[in-house]
């Protein structure tokens, strides 16, 4: 069988997508699993004219940067052909009318590698994200060392 | 953020409050609406001194049916104007096809956390216009999104696979039969079973077309009644016979046959125009073409090597006693050398003996690991002169015939003069 890679975008104007990408997996609030739909994750923020952004996901703060990828990345969308009127005959199984549709084109990413720095402040009002990481420790370690500088 | 500050200036002695409250400015300009609409583009084009938040999306999920391709620049204009396929079997894995070549797809996971955030003029993701609209006016300065990519797919350039081809081909060659069958009853509906068209060698082939093409003229098949087909050696060297026979009648250049004549002269004999013209192609070479005529020049080689297969078909033979036959049955005019037979014959010696037998590349499979095994089950030992021939048409990308060798070799040299001996690892 053959899957026929669709592409409406014309003259190479793909819309482009955009990635943000972090070490670590973002976990909201138990009361908020089950409704993820909407809610925040965090905000993101280019302090200065430099390509360095941070994003503030709960009581953490990541420092990254935009990078160009190597090599682009397409946004492809398995559709499948609803039958039109004239119906082939003999088609074995339902997967040949499957169709992957460009929809989008990523060429950068917001890449956060750095350790979480946390916030630290009783003030902050109740986050619906935090930022869980997936080397364990480094999020104590950075609280740890943060209060040394301060006191 | 500004919270966060005004701790730290508790913290911290007297001299550097100044300082940090130039800071909280910043901070507060930073947090100004955001002009944008809020998708993909807010977030790459970010403004200096700006914000944005980032939110799930109303139709945030799982998203099964979005996958990610991560693809050489280069191929971009093919995927543009639509000339990329997936091809495969459900057992088999899938490839990607361009018009030219032909890409194994490997799936690479990602640990990372990997928010993807449509293009804002992504209608498919709007529950209804109603949804697109009110995110247009209310949710500016906000990015949504719409799945987190537990990995993408990556393209590894491989060799196309062909064997396949010649298996399908193979299921039921063109006969002799056939074309009686044909002429006793007009409308043959004959089963079509092992009959393929170029439609369905697409389906179950993975190879690109161009790939497919050059195979499918390798394999010297033939498009009849639409259908791909290989005629039956037997069949071809009784055309082929006829051919050469007619020449000798009509004092016909083998190095110079009229298209129209000989194509008609093989009718009247009773061979199927079809056959008659695919028989040039198979046996020769087009020269010339002037004044509408074509002009074509049969191969020596391509004859040569069909009257050795002819003969060794049966078997093995003694060296002497099968280059006496195939001289005699090489055409007038036509020069016949051993080197003709590289790669599709072996000798051996016994006692004071030698042996040939047929042993066609040909007919061995393209992927390197199968063709070593079958190489080594033949000869257990390959002096380099020997095996070239046969390996030679193996096409990995990325590994060269030294790396080919290196990876399914063992090399041996007893002295520094001696010609290298290969044998498996």
Known sequence: ????????????????????????????????????????????????????????VGYHELTGSKVALKKPMLVLQKTKRTGTGDTDVGTDTNSSNVELQVIGIIRHRILFKTRPKPLISSKLTNPSCTLLCLIEGYAMKGQIARNLILF | MLLSLELRIYSVGFPTILILILRIIIVREMEQPQSGNGGAEAVLNLEPSSSISIAYHSLFGPHDDLILLELDEKLLPDILQQRITLRGQPDEDAVLCTGSKTYSIKFVGNSNSVFLIPSSDQTEFCENSLDCKRKDDDQQGVASVIKVAPGNMELVEVAPRLDKLKLLLSENPYTFQEDLEMEDLEVVEKGNTGLYKWDDLVEKVQASDEELRSELQALSAVEIGGYWRIVDVKYMDTILRMLLHNSVINDWSLDALNEDEVVSMLESDGYPHKLAHHCLHVYGNKVDENLGRQVWKLDERRVCVHFAREILKEGKRKMESFMKEWMQKIPEGMQASFDMLEGEVLTERLGVETWIHAFSVSSLPSSPAERFSILFRERPKWAWKDLQPYIRDLSVPGLSSEGLLLKYTRRTQPTQDAEPVFSAR
């Open chain 1, 1 to 56: 069988m053959q899957i026929r890679v669709k592409c409406k975008c014309g003259e190479g104007k793909c819309p482009e997508w955009a990635v943000v990408e972090l070490q670590g997996v973002v976990e909201a609030q138990p009361s908020f699993q089950d409704r993820l739909q909407n809610l925040e994750i965090g905000v993101l923020c280019r302090p200065s004219s430099q390509p360095v952004y941070t994003f503030k």
